[in-house]
């Protein structure tokens, strides 16, 4: 089994930072990417940033230029550095691992952390 937990939501004002931190246990054979999907409430989960093992990156291009993300691959850990934060920034995030776990390949989700951006 896979577990992830996550940490480093929480409430701030636009233009506010925080850090997303998710970290995966468990029988990891290799996980090959990490990354961030947010929700919010009626509208599809979507992706915000993803990172591969090989250091590839991928971001929503809402985000371009406000958020990093990183990764430690020693740790299985994956971090998502929100800065600028806008009003629409606000949602559930997820974090997400797609890993080889006893030589099968698949999505694991964390349970969610909530970032909002309120004056």
């Known amino acids: 089994q896979v577990q992830l937990v996550e940490s480093g939501g929480g409430l701030v004002q636009p233009g506010g930072s925080l850090r997303l931190s998710c970290a995966a246990s468990?029988?990891?054979?290799?996980?090959?990417?990490m990354g961030w999907y947010r929700q919010a409430p009626g509208k599809q989960r979507e992706l915000v940033a993803k990172?591969?093992?090989?250091?590839?990156?991928d971001y929503a291009d809402s985000v371009k230029g406000r958020f990093t993300i990183s990764r430690d691959n020693a740790k299985n850990t994956v971090y998502l550095q929100m800065n600028s934060l806008k009003p629409e920034d606000t949602a559930l995030y997820y974090c997400?691992?797609?890993?080889?776990?006893?030589?099968?390949?698949?999505?694991?989700w964390g349970q969610g952390t909530q970032v909002t951006v309120s004056s």
């Open positions: 997400n691992v797609d890993v080889l776990v006893s030589a099968f390949r698949g999505d694991y």
């Open positions: 468990g029988s990891l054979t290799i996980v090959y990417a």
């Open positions: 990172v591969t093992r090989g250091g590839s990156t």
